[in-house]
């Protein structure tokens, strides 16, 4: 095994970056506030060991997350870091009014300037009925798609420093997020189809793909991201990483176990079953996965990045060198054993140290 920091023999150091996105998932026999307790101390590591971005997801109505308002987790976060950009992987626009989201992170970025990102998704985070709640009634209509890139500018000149101007009834109106802004959070899409990079290349906007998620696709949104991208006032050139599931531990045969818990609670998901809290080690290990599920389950573990921390170092270096990628940014998906306290995630957080100290050095 090499010595901390230094990789095996063979492997390029073309990981510039490691940053973090947290799901918050919510363990059986974890309140609320526990998971909360879990997530504060993983930020706190990757801030301590070099990460460059701690995102948080947005997800509405489901038992195993507890990610439901980004902007919140947020300043949380934010707080209790000191060096890190904290950031949402992401704000899912349709469910909201582009000012308001203008006016929260223009608040966030004057509290912790240089330290926020906007990550923005047009998915809806939820099931239809919690889209409907959210909405006020109304719904998520085909008019939020269609609108999708119109609401990204006006969040984004609604944070500028100058605002907007409006004609209402032939009197002119200023419209701005913030009274007075120094600085404006860096602005991201994200996306798992070619649409989001298609619309973050004609805005000229840095873009992330959902590798976690989807894991198939990710070279021809990346390719055509990068071909067809117009250079903006925000950025001059391609600006792109990918996310990761990994799970690392100091055996391989303890990262397989690990990763368990959450592989059967995306299998839940995408066989319509329940999103219960995530089982402990102990419990997956009962459970017998149905015969005509197990493809399914076999294929999304052989996306993941699951193994020791050689093991995973190289993966992730081959991942980067495949999608010409200088950051790769982490969902530790580790699970918890039956004992392990509440408030806490340490083999997430051992995910997090046993990369960095192979890729960050």
């Given at each position: 095994m090499p010595a901390a920091g230094v990789l095996s023999e063979g492997m390029s150091d073309s990981i510039g970056a490691l940053s973090v996105l947290d799901l918050v998932t919510v363990r059986e026999g974890q309140s609320t506030a526990d998971a909360l307790r879990a997530t504060t101390s993983l930020a706190k590591v990757a801030d301590e060991i070099g990460y460059r971005r701690y995102w948080v997801a947005e997800h509405h109505n489901m038992p195993a997350v507890a990610a439901t308002n980004p902007p919140v987790l947020i300043g949380m976060l934010a707080a209790q870091t000191e060096r890190i950009r904290v950031g949402s992987g992401g704000v899912m626009l349709p469910n909201h009014a582009p000012l308001v989201i203008a006016e929260q992170f223009s608040l966030l970025e004057a509290a912790f300037p240089g330290r926020i990102d906007l990550g923005i998704g047009r998915a809806p985070g939820s099931d239809p009925v919690t889209s409907w709640a959210l909405r006020s009634g109304a719904g998520r209509t085909d008019e939020d798609i269609t609108r999708f890139p119109d609401y990204v500018s006006d969040v984004i000149a609604l944070m500028d420093a100058e605002g907007i101007a409006l004609n209402l009834q032939g009197r002119h109106y200023?419209?701005?997020?913030?009274?007075?802004?120094?600085?404006?959070?860096?602005?991201?899409?994200?996306?798992?189809?070619?649409?989001?990079?298609?619309?973050?290349?004609?805005?000229?906007?840095?873009?992330?793909?959902?590798?976690?998620?989807?894991?198939?696709?990710?070279?021809?949104?990346?390719?055509?991201?990068?071909?067809?991208?117009?250079?903006?006032?925000?950025?001059?050139?391609?600006?792109?990483?990918?996310?990761?599931?990994?799970?690392?531990?100091?055996?391989?045969?303890?990262?397989?176990?690990?990763?368990?818990?959450?592989?059967?609670?995306?299998?839940?998901?995408?066989?319509?079953?329940?999103?219960?809290?995530?089982?402990?080690?102990?419990?997956?290990?009962?459970?017998?996965v149905p015969a005509q599920h197990l493809p399914m389950l076999n294929s999304m573990k052989a996306r993941w990045v699951i193994g020791s921390a050689d093991e995973a170092a190289r993966q992730l270096d081959e991942l980067a060198r495949t999608f010409g990628v200088d950051e790769v940014m982490i969902n530790p998906a580790a699970g918890a054993f039956a004992d392990t306290s509440a408030d806490r995630t340490p083999a997430k957080e051992d995910s997090l140290r046993l990369l960095a100290d192979r890729l960050l050095g």
């Open positions: 200023g419209l701005k997020a913030t009274p007075h802004a120094e600085s404006t959070p860096e602005v991201w899409l994200l996306g798992s189809s070619d649409f989001s990079a298609r619309l973050a290349a004609a805005k000229g906007l840095p873009y992330v793909f959902a590798h976690h998620f989807s894991g198939q696709g990710t070279a021809e949104a990346i390719e055509l991201y990068r071909s067809s991208f117009q250079p903006s006032d925000l950025l001059a050139e391609p600006r792109t990483f990918l996310t990761v599931n990994a799970v690392v531990a100091e055996r391989t045969e303890l990262a397989e176990r690990l990763a368990l818990p959450q592989l059967l609670a995306m299998l839940s998901l995408r066989t319509g079953g329940p999103l219960a809290p995530q089982l402990s080690v102990e419990e997956a290990e009962r459970v017998e």
